[in-house]
């Protein structure tokens, strides 16, 4: 796509947003020859920070240093795209990973977690009441960016294969192909998926339903959010993981956000969005009106581990990470069968933390969940946000595989089937008065 | 009745005697009963609503311990690579982050912040401003100070709405504020800040002109920098500060407070806060921890009225998710090593550092400046501000000809409402420039401007 095609996308705000003098000035004075005698940058003196060195003890016993100029590193703004060697770092990751076609027209940021990165993408593209296209059910927190623009979904049917076709056409047929060349039209600019391990599904789009779903967003010319968070928690081997949307982007059309917070550390607050040069940009322009840059800290310390790993390394922590979920998602199968079988129905997610069930006996799980869970000493997650209409009634619960043995999710399961069991009663009872009455 | 107290505070820490800012009495009656701040919501803000995992917690506030909890939505924690941490501070002391601290620093942690550091947070805030609504004020955790604020731009700022800024302004605000298009209102400032007069009159201007209706709220804040202030290293007299208080409230406007170089003030008697001068709840005041700890660490904290600091946490949830929980715990165990005391001995040692550095750029620009730039004496912050009368516009001077004597000062059309008008003004930072560097400096700049002068005299 051309450059100017991008403009397709962005609404008023973002095609505003202008380079910063002294953002750019910034960057000039990290390249300078060290003889420049700069007097411009903001940039506080690191003689007045009181941390002066470190070292982090890794789970393995391997220790990781932070020299006192790594230490300043740490302290000190920078720039913000993110710090320069894990800059580089993850576009050596990410071009490995998934060889994008466009790469070189192709752009990385650091974002404070890529749910932030999330944001300012669809910041960037919404304007009130556009229509979305989202998957069903969705990732509550897409709904917590979107809601402020009071969106009207188009929400997508999604199986145990992810996201269905035929229900995207089906999504979009109020509009011609052609319409996306006209700026009046309404026709919506992107498709929102996490088509791996899809919280709270757990599914994993195939490569088939992948590659028809991105000619339908070449076809109607929009782009697609890979929301990817889970890419490493895929249980099957590495060699059959289904190729990313950003793989498959002949045509400069995917914005994939990736994350360290399943597999690192959450609290680090590191992530990156990977896309279009111009889309990259306006969101880089975005980072620099806000966070101005993310921790430097967080990413000296990821940078760090990820050259002591190297590649051996990384994909060696990553089957850990991997072989646990997928013992942890056994586990819970394994309860789940022992115990809501006949009371609910479930497909066995393919990633992820996360299973999704069906209570089909039970018309609404909201107040069961609410009212009388605690009592019963267990505690799930009603399905109702994960809807883009919440207010719907929902028979569906999410259940999460983090954190929790395989003891307790023996224990949870069978208070959760009482539960299930009693709602029941009182839901027939219910009904038996409603006709009496 | 909310105390304060009227004389100096003198705090006798070894030998150094070190002042906290005079904290005024303000009684009861002053205090007028809550404002509705929904007047004050842009459309984005209005619409926006907790978010649905939000309103889920707080039904299922205070489980017991032996709830089998399978709702979470947390990675697993026994995967993540680090187990410890010890960090060395400058006095050879060591923080050592155990297991538990270490997890928590890289686990998702609250949205509102690292709850320890909260807490200091508020005795700090209680400390040195002593907020008259302070009951209905709450504190947030931002990434850095500046985040807080583009936060609280989007929450304020519909398209035309008006605000009112400083002239010269902080270049970073417009890098959010002018994206959502609203008018400025540019009041420029003397020695003593921003210039009341001046303000009023902007402001009656604008009330005749424009007015309000009754529907929609058109003025909706100032954003004003008043300590050390960027790029004028300025610092608003008290005088000023209630002046413009006044003005706040009988023109119905709120009042960022971005006070990013509050400790870098080169005063020992610190002129009150906005904030300590609250009595109606209209300031939203942004503090950082980036001048005096760690500007990488990114952490900084938002304090207001409770109903607009909860809708900037309902943004933030939505984006950052709370920052870097290491960041956070760090900060907090420099304040468990350190407490209040310490800290405050701290940023002192800080801002004498800035001090003497601000010295050395006079002596540097008396030196070889003097007959071509005027300037006013920095009386905080980081930042010489410098006037070249006979040159029209210092851009091109400074980024194509001052460049190549390898010296780059920030042109000042940047800090202004109107960066396409020329302009004669400059920004020299000092605060990682050695004196004798800053005395080469200025040197190769007095060359620079000299050619500029001699340039323009041979295009005439």
Request: charge should be neutral; aromatic fraction near 8%; proline fraction near 6%.
């Amino acid at each position: 796509m051309s450059q100017t095609k991008y403009c397709r996308y962005m609404n008023e705000v973002a095609r505003r947003r202008e380079p910063s003098l002294l953002r750019e000035l910034f960057s000039m004075q990290v390249e300078a020859p060290d003889d420049a005698v700069f007097l411009m940058a903001g940039m506080p003196s690191p003689d007045t920070f009181p941390l002066v060195e470190g070292s982090l003890t890794l789970r393995d016993g391997r220790t990781l240093t932070l020299s006192p100029k790594k230490m300043v590193d740490c302290l000190q703004y920078g720039p913000t795209p993110g710090y320069p060697p894990l800059l580089k770092q993850l576009k050596d990751l990410t071009k490995r990973l998934h060889g994008p076609p466009t790469w070189q027209d192709s752009e990385v940021v650091v974002t404070t977690g890529s749910q932030s990165g999330l944001l300012m993408a669809m910041e960037m593209m919404m304007s009130p009441n556009d229509y979305v296209i989202i998957e069903e059910p969705c990732y509550t927190g897409a709904i917590s960016i979107l809601a402020p623009y009071s969106p009207r979904y188009l929400p997508v049917k999604t199986d145990s294969e992810g996201m269905i076709p035929g229900s995207l056409e089906a999504a979009l047929s109020r509009w011609r192909p052609q319409d996306a060349e006209d700026a009046h039209s309404d026709i919506p600019k992107f498709i929102y998926t996490i088509p791996t391990a899809c919280n709270p599904t757990g599914a994993v789009t195939s490569e088939k339903r992948r590659r028809e779903i991105y000619k339908i967003a070449c076809e109607y010319n929009l782009l697609i959010l890979e929301d990817d968070p889970y890419y490493f928690l895929q249980f099957m081997d590495e060699e059959n993981f289904p190729p990313s949307y950003l793989k498959l982007d002949t045509e400069g059309r995917v914005l994939r956000f990736d994350s360290f917070s399943k597999i690192i550390a959450a609290g680090l607050r590191v992530g990156w969005v990977t896309g279009p040069q111009p889309l990259i940009r306006k969101i880089s322009l975005h980072k620099g009106a806000s966070v101005i840059s993310s921790a430097s800290m967080s990413q000296v310390v990821v940078s760090e581990l990820l050259e002591m790993w190297g590649d051996e390394g990384l994909k060696n922590h990553v089957r850990e990470v991997r072989l646990f979920y997928r013992s942890q998602r056994d586990a819970m199968l394994l309860a789940a069968e022992r115990h809501l079988s006949g009371l609910c129905e479930w497909s066995a997610p393919a990633g992820g933390m996360f299973l999704w069930i069906k209570a089909g006996c039970i018309s609404d799980t909201w107040s069961m969940v609410l009212e009388r869970a605690m009592k019963k000493k267990v505690m799930v997650v009603p399905g109702h946000g994960f809807l883009t209409d919440s207010a719907k009634a929902c028979q569906y619960l999410r259940l999460s595989f983090s954190a929790n043995t395989p003891l307790n999710m023996e224990k949870g399961l069978c208070s959760l089937a009482q539960l299930i069991r009693e709602e029941i009663e009182l839901q027939n009872t219910h009904q038996l008065l409603q006709k009496k009455g | 009745m909310v105390l304060g107290v009227e004389n100096k505070i003198k705090l006798d820490v070894n030998d150094t005697a070190l002042s906290l800012p005079r904290i005024r009495l303000v009684s009861a009656p002053l205090l007028r009963g809550r404002m509705d701040y929904s007047r004050f919501l842009s459309t984005n803000a209005k619409t926006r609503k907790p978010s649905w995992i939000t309103q889920l917690r707080s039904y299922l506030a205070n489980p017991s311990s032996d709830i089998l909890w399978l709702a979470g939505g947390h990675p697993d924690a026994s995967l993540f690579p680090f187990k410890e941490t010890t960090i060395t501070l400058k006095n050879g002391q060591e923080i050592h982050l155990n297991q538990d601290l270490m997890a928590t620093s890289l686990q998702y942690g609250p949205i509102e912040g690292h709850t320890p550091l909260l807490k200091y947070l508020a005795d700090l805030t209680q400390k040195l401003h002593s907020p008259p609504r302070w009951s209905e004020t709450r504190q947030l955790v931002t990434v850095g100070g500046q985040d807080g604020m583009a936060k609280a731009f989007v929450m304020l700022t519909d398209p035309g709405d008006y605000v009112v800024v400083p002239e010269p302004c902080y270049a970073g605000i417009f890098s959010e504020l002018t994206s959502l298009n609203p008018h400025y209102l540019p009041v420029e400032e003397d020695e003593e800040g921003m210039r009341s007069d001046l303000l009023r009159s902007a402001l009656a201007r604008w009330k005749s002109e424009i007015g309000e209706t009754h529907s929609e709220k058109r003025l909706k804040f100032m954003y004003t920098n008043p300590s050390g202030s960027n790029p004028s290293g300025t610092n608003m007299s008290e005088k000023r500060r209630r002046e413009i208080y006044a003005l706040a409230c009988e023109y119905d406007f709120l009042i960022l407070e971005d006070d990013a170089y509050y400790f870098l003030q080169f005063q020992d008697d610190f002129p009150p806060s906005f904030l300590s001068l609250d009595t109606e709840g209209r300031v939203l005041r942004f503090d950082s921890f980036s001048k005096t700890v760690s500007a990488g660490l990114r952490v900084g904290y938002v304090t207001g009225p409770e109903f607009l600091v909860e809708k900037i946490s309902q943004h933030i949830m939505a984006t950052v998710m709370g920052g870097s929980s290491l960041s956070q715990v760090l900060v907090t165990e420099l304040f468990h090593m350190w407490g209040l005391e310490g800290f405050l001995r701290h940023v002192k040692e800080v801002r004498d550092m800035y001090r003497r550095r601000r010295d050395a750029a006079l002596s540097a620009a008396e030196k070889h400046l003097t007959g071509l730039c005027e300037w006013r004496k920095p009386g905080g912050g980081m930042f010489l501000w410098l006037k070249v009368p006979k040159v029209k516009d210092t851009q091109a001077m400074l980024l194509e000809r001052g460049t190549k004597k390898s010296i780059l000062l920030v042109p000042g059309n940047g800090f202004t409402t109107r960066p396409e008008l020329p302009c004669q003004y400059m920004r020299a930072s000092y605060s990682t420039v050695l004196p004798e560097e800053m005395d080469k400096a200025f040197q190769i700049l007095a060359e620079v401007i000299r050619d500029e002068i001699q340039l323009n005299n041979e295009v005439k």
